[in-house]
Nanobody
Framework: QVQLVESGGGLVQAGGPRRLSCAAS????????LGWFRHTPGKERAFVAS????????YYTDSVKGRFTISRDNARNTVYLQMNSLKPVDTAVYYC?????????????????WGQGTQVTVSS
């Protein structure tokens, strides 16, 4: 069983950076693809980014390309989401999760072991 804990959220001004962390415990995540999603009230939880087990392949939703970077440190059992040039529309609860199907996907139903989320609020 894998437990994921997100951290790093908070209040940030528009245009500023923020780095989120997702620390895993219970077992190693080094052989899993991981993903970040975000949720705002009234909307579906949406895919943000994912990373392959090796870290060599990454995927992003169009709205964050060029601004967000997903990375991982398998030795630390942790995945990161570096967010730059933040916009008010990026305000959301951010979640990390484990890809359960073994190949890249943006579908939230194909992820599991969700963390509790961390709130990011971007002020204008």
């Amino acid at each position: 069983q894998v437990q994921l804990v997100e951290s790093g959220g908070g209040l940030v001004q528009a245009g500023g950076p923020r780095r989120l962390s997702c620390a895993a415990s219970g077992r190693t995540i080094s052989t899993y693809e991981l993903g970040w999603f975000r949720h705002t009230p009234g909307k579906e939880r949406a895919f943000v980014a994912s990373i392959s087990w090796s870290g060599l392949s990454t995927y992003y939703t169009d709205s964050v390309k060029g601004r967000f970077t997903i990375s991982r440190d398998n030795a630390r059992n942790t995945v990161y989401l570096q967010m730059n040039s933040l916009k008010p529309v990026d305000t959301a609860v951010y979640y990390c999760a484990v890809n359960l199907i073994g190949h890249a996907t943006t579908r939230k139903t194909e992820y599991g072991y969700w963390g509790q989320g961390t709130q990011v609020t971007v002020s204008s």
